[in-house]
């Protein structure tokens, strides 16, 4: 077994974590419970991801699922929001990944992501131009936890599961990579990441 590639979720990996504060304005928006707002978010974000709805189809479906409406502009403003929450990239982790990419292994990005961040992502944040292997959901049609789209990361990186190395914040997500065979560890900092990547003979 040799590692070849290393590779990262984004959101909450790549980037921070969205601010409390923007659920709490969403839900606000809406009127309805943060809790009751932060359920449905999720609840029905698959399609959007998936790259099935857009996003004001997406919205549309949270607020029709919580007994609520708003104007057009209402929902425009959620969308934005949503959009922002996403954009505060960590610095040490585009650090460790171009400390990947220096020291030659191939380094990659696997998120779900719709495809109207992604447009944003791509023409915003230099850390989209440094990994050689990019698989998102809007894209490929397929969402973590799906097999599927594990396998076109696979196909994209040309490397057997075990050679693969992967991060993720989502233990379901990480769960299914290592069903797949694939070397997988839950997200916990860019310092931790360093470590595991020590303790499995990754040298930076």
């Given at each position: 077994m040799a590692i070849q590639a290393v590779v990262f979720d984004f959101g909450k990996v790549i980037s921070f974590p969205p601010e409390a504060s923007v659920m709490e304005t969403l839900a606000s928006i809406a009127g309805v419970a943060k809790p009751v707002?932060?359920?449905?978010?999720?609840?029905?974000?698959?399609?959007?991801?998936?790259?099935?709805?857009?996003?004001?189809?997406y919205y549309q479906t949270v607020l029709e699922h919580g007994g609520v409406s708003v104007s057009e502009s209402?929902?425009?403003?959620?969308?934005?929001?949503?959009?922002?929450?996403?954009?505060?990239?960590?610095?040490e982790t585009v650090a460790l990944m171009e400390a990947v990419k220096r020291a030659g292994y191939t380094l990659g990005i696997l998120s779900n992501m719709p495809h109207d961040f992604l447009a944003?992502?791509?023409?915003?944040?230099?850390?989209?131009?440094?990994?050689?292997?990019?698989?998102?959901?809007c894209e490929v049609g397929s969402i973590k936890p799906e097999e599927e789209i594990y396998r076109v990361l696979l196909d994209k990186a040309s490397c057997k599961p075990e050679d693969v190395v992967f991060f993720d914040d989502i233990p379901i997500n990480v769960d299914k990579a290592k069903d797949l065979g694939i070397q997988a560890f839950l997200w916990k900092s860019p310092k931790d990441a360093r470590s595991v990547m020590r303790r499995i003979g990754i040298i930076l």
């Open positions: 707002m932060d359920d449905l978010v999720w609840k029905y974000r698959g399609d959007y991801d998936r790259g099935t709805v857009s996003a004001k189809a209402d929902i425009e403003r959620m969308i934005q929001i949503d959009l922002q929450s996403w954009t505060h990239i960590n610095p944003l992502a791509r023409s915003s944040f230099p850390v989209f131009g440094l990994p050689q292997v990019s698989v998102f959901s």
